[in-house]
């Protein structure tokens, strides 16, 4: 009995470093592909501001974002959505995470459309920069950058040292 806790107690440990080994503010998933790109399809009537944020993604690690193409499957897709709840998000990423015919289904990025509409360009932006990180593995980070949990006053355009350092270790833990 002794040695079944002690090894149970072990197991326990290891799952323990194996846990916290993964840096700070990076995801236990992504939705970046083997051959490390992340391909989108499908649309959003926030296609500019999507547009926009796989620009500046793209410039700190470039072509990692791209659109589907013929030979490619599809990582991520774009849809636009309707909540008017009182908790409603303006955007949200949801993982892949089921079979369908043998193959893993494409993670999905949606727009709330009544949010978003309610909210400035540079918002939008900022709010589609944010969501974006998600899909490259990034977590929140505390303070004024891109990752912070919550939309500012004046919204970030722009990835700040943070955002960038996040997204390399996100990319070293999930490579």
Partial sequence: MIAVIFVLLLLLGAFTVLVSARPANVQSWWLVDSGGHMDWGGSTRYQAEF???????NAH????????RWNTMTDVMLRDFTDR??????AQVWRRSVFVYGALNAGRL?????????????????????????????????????????????PITVLTTADRAAANRAWNYHR
């Fill in 51 to 57: 547009n926009f944020a796989v620009t500046v993604w």
């Fill in 110 to 154: 949606e727009f709330n459309i009544p949010m978003m509409d309610s909210i400035s360009q540079n918002a939008r932006r900022m709010t589609t920069l944010h969501e974006l990180g998600h899909v490259l593995g990034v977590d929140h980070i505390p303070g004024n950058n891109v990752m912070q949990p919550n939309l500012p006053a004046v």
């Fill in 61 to 68: 690690r470039p072509n990692v974002i791209r659109q589907v």
């Fill in 85 to 90: 709840s009182a908790n409603a998000p303006i």
